[in-house]
Structures are given as structure tokens and as C-alpha cells.
């Protein structure tokens, strides 16, 4: 079936995961005896459970009687398929009248008017303030058809919450509707408000194990589980990496980072420039980048060991300020590595 929910369907495997049903159903076990805090803040990197983890507990919690983790009744079924009217997803919202996408785009809707998904193309890089007080606005009211209404942000992270939507969204989360709970989901509670951290309760998604990695890599890329393995490796061990693209290419990628930044630091401004170009057609190569210099730093003599490191933080930094600032990745790339591509690894 079609699901609305805005995460592609191997984002869910998690939810079949020992320790990732085990924590759904102890959670559950605490609503039932009316103990489970209003907010809770999911922690964990994107595809590796968090999300699969907040659809379970968002069916348990709405879906009449309480169902169990793993529950597959017609309500649970709808909440999984993203058109429970009691369960909605807070996400990046459609960008309006500024230009900059065909206006003739609209929103896809699920049965109910609160329940949204928008297509990537034409997606905010935030979720706005005039986002947030619609939700409010609609909190009072009570569950359609369920126990309870839950809401799912998909990022609670400044950004993409911009500061403007996060202080909205303060007195609503210290003194929450009694039959509303909140699912927020992070990658990194630093990034998160402390106003907000402050009114959560952080819960911890358990890391997978390496064959259930493997098993969601095989099902995001379309590969076989050699396949998955192999590219695991190569993104040495960031599997939100291989999960973000779903692109099996990105095998060969890490391999022309790992024959590349070498000769770059080296001072060979041919492999420095094609570096740059290959993180402008791949961005994700960034982090592949990173965790090469890292690498590298660890078998290199103690004398170069320092420069690298500094060129792997040159490159974080630089891509936080080209995010800021809406830069090119060629040129933002070129900029922090140049002051390194000197002397030999």
C-alpha cells in the first residue's frame, strides 16, 4: 500500500528489531499505567530506528485499546501508512510564493486536513513559526477516533526548528493538552534548544547490530547483502551515510576519496580540485571525506597527524558556513583544504 508518511518504507524495518521492540513495548507498558512523560525525544541518527521506533509508539499511544509493539490491526495499519487522523507528522512544509518553485505544486494529503506530506521538491529548509502555530492552534481538540493525538516532529534540531517555531512551541510543550504526547526526534541533542531539551525526556534508540544494519543498507540502496556489507566498510562505518544516499555508487566514491585526499594534501592541486568537484556532484561525500581523514590521521607519524586532523575540522567547519552563508560545495571544499595541501601524509 501507499504510505503518507514522509520517510521512505525501509525507514520502519527497525521496528521489527529485538531491542527496538523491546523499547516501544516497555514505553508502552509506562502509558498504560499513565507514567509515560508528554514529550519524549527520540535520539539517534536518521534510518537507524528512530523513526520506525516513533510510528510504533504513535500506534500503541493513538489506536484505541492500546495495542502492543508490532501491533498489525487496520489502526495500527493506517498509523504506519501515515492516515491515522490522531497521528500527524510535523516535517518541512511547502515553500509558498516566493518564487522559487512552480506554484502549481500542492501538498499531498492524507484523509484528514491535519495530516500532510509534501513532496522534496518543494520543501523549506526549516519548520516555520507559521507552521508551529497552526499546530497549536489545533491541539485542543480532541482525539478523532483514538485514546490520544500524537505528534511526530520530524526534527526537534535548530535547524531545521528554526528558533522562532521552537520559543512558540515552549508553553505548549511545559504544559502540554492532557490527551496530546509529543515524539521529537534528534540526531544530536547539542543541537537541540535546552528550552526544549529541558521540557523532554530523552530516550535513547539502540544502535544496531551489524547484520541489521547490513539488512537495511540491502533494502535502502537495492543491493544484496554483500553488496550492503561492502559499502558499510567503505563508509567506514557511518551507516547513516550509505542510508542518506541509497545510491550503491557511493561504493566508488569512498574509493576515489581514499586515492585522492592523500595526493590533495600532498600538494597535488589536480587531485585537490577533483576532490571538490566530486563532493559538488555527491555532498554526502563530505562526511565519507571526513571519516577518510580521520582515518588517515590514525596511521599517519605524529608530525602530519595534527594537519590532518585540522583538514577533517576544516572541512566540518566549512561546510557549516557554506550551509550559512548558501555557498557552492566545490568552493567550499577548495577553501578549507588549500592551507593543507602542503607537505606529504
Known sequence: MTSQLPWPSWMLIPAAWPACRRLASRC????????LPPTLMLVGEAGLGREALAVDLAAGLAVHGGPPAGCNCPGCDRVRRGVHPDVEIVTLEPKKGDGSI???????????PDVEIVTPETKRSDISIDQTRELIGRLDRRPYEGQRRVVVFSSCQTPPLNTEAATTLLKTLEEPPGHVTFLLLAANPNRVLPTIQSRSVQVRVPLPGHAETAELVAAACGTDPAQSTALLQACHGHPAVALATGDPSLLATAEHLEALLPAALAGDGAALLRTAQLIQRAPEALTLAVATLLREAA???VEDAERVLAAAAALVAAERRRAALRLDHETAVLGALTPFAAGRL
Not at 28 to 35: M, N, P, Q, S, V
Open 102 to 112: 512552480d506554484q502549481t505544486r500542492e501538498p499531498r494529503r492524507g484523509v484528514h
Open 28 to 35: 508502552l507498558e509506562i502509558a498504560a499505567g499513565h507514567e
Open 299 to 301: 596511521s599517519a607519524p
